[in-house]
């Protein structure tokens, strides 16, 4: 199965502004996940979202993150004042039905200068 | 404890040779495991998925699941230097939706 798309491929912004990072499914996905890897570090997760909602999220998305589907396709990670360790790849990813097998996009790396 | 354990290698083997990965982990709720293989700087691509006890095989790669010790592993046969790469391993308890990974081995497949 197709995995998602994400954009963009590459970010810079300067510490304390807010970026905004997209992911495109392929089909009508209700399962999705946002991920971060910081170089040389492990995935971590960071949320997760079914139907519209939050349904689970790690200690690591605190205040400054959220994450929407505004449009019904799209679905976003928006952090609101990124700071220097938030440089690192984002993974959005998606589930099946069963929502047990995650397929993740090609990623987004943000840099935070 | 680390939740999940991983060597990250590096491991280096000459083509055509059996790759040997594993992982431990110390959640007992650990149901459901996966190995991805991630290419630098890409996104995780899902290998071999399986659920609770047991082994499974697909293709070139076999993945084992041994719960009483807490131990996963994947080995991929008749090793190509295509399958040079990160392999990471997750694991998922029932009804949850965070993976748990593993930091990944890092294997080169000398041609």
């Known amino acids: 199965e197709p995995e998602v798309t994400q954009t963009p491929s590459h970010q810079v912004t300067q510490m304390g502004q807010e970026v905004i990072l997209r992911c495109v499914p392929i089909?009508?996905?209700?399962?999705f996940y946002w991920y971060r890897q910081i170089l040389g570090q492990k995935v971590e997760f960071l949320v997760s979202f079914y139907n519209n909602e939050i349904s689970e999220k790690s200690e690591i998305f605190d205040d400054q993150f959220s994450v929407e589907r505004p449009d019904g396709s799209n679905f976003t990670l928006k952090i609101r004042s990124t700071k220097l360790e938030d440089s690192a790849m984002y993974f959005c990813?998606?589930?099946?039905?069963?929502?047990?097998?995650?397929?993740f996009g090609p990623g987004t790396r943000l840099t935070v200068l | 404890q680390k939740e999940v354990e991983q060597d990250p290698g590096p491991l280096s083997v000459p083509e055509g040779a059996i790759v040997s990965l594993n992982c431990t982990y110390s959640n007992s709720a650990f149901q459901y495991f996966m190995w991805y293989r991630q290419y630098s700087r890409k996104g995780p691509e899902l290998l071999m998925y399986?659920?609770?006890?047991g082994n499974k095989e697909d293709g070139r790669f076999t993945a084992q699941v041994d719960k009483s010790s807490k131990y996963i592993s994947l080995f991929i046969r008749d090793s190509q230097p295509s399958d040079s790469a990160t392999y990471l391993c997750a694991m998922l308890v029932t009804g949850d939706y965070k993976l748990s990974f593993g930091a990944g081995t890092t294997v080169t497949v000398r041609a």
């Open positions: 399986t659920y609770s006890s």
């Open positions: 990813a998606r589930g099946p039905s069963g929502a047990n097998e995650q397929f």
């Open positions: 089909s009508n996905h209700l399962y």
